[in-house]
């Protein structure tokens, strides 16, 4: 089955930097779509950027410039490399993919920013 492992998340001071990673299971990175998203408390799940099997990449306005998205196929894994982060980047960030329409998603890895 289907197995996203997100790590690399935790506490860091505004303008600083952080590394996400996801692990894949029973699904390749190299072919498929992967998405990176977040939820701040009290806010809906949004989403951060998108990796396509080609290779193309899109970002949310909020994180364009900061933010990038790439994939390893050797090891099927997923990343984020946050840069600049702010405050308002702080939220559980989830992995996600889709296969047959039916979404798996990783169990997130929290990021707070501190000012």
């Known amino acids: 089955q289907v197995q996203l492992v997100e790590s690399g998340g935790g506490l860091v001071q505004a303008g600083g930097s952080l590394r996400l990673s996801c692990a894949a299971s029973g699904i390749g990175v190299s072919v498929n779509t992967m998405g990176w998203y977040r939820q701040a408390p009290g806010n809906q799940r949004e989403l951060v950027a998108r990796?396509?099997?080609?290779?193309?990449?899109i970002y949310a306005d909020s994180v364009k410039g900061r933010f990038t998205v790439s994939r390893d196929n050797a090891k099927n894994t997923a990343y984020l490399q946050m840069n600049s982060l702010k405050p308002e980047d702080t939220a559980v960030y989830y992995c996600?993919?889709?296969?047959?329409?039916?979404?798996?998603w990783g169990q997130g890895t929290q990021v707070t920013v501190s000012s």
């Open positions: 990796i396509t099997g080609g290779g193309s990449a």
């Open positions: 996600n993919v889709f296969r047959g329409g039916y979404p798996y």
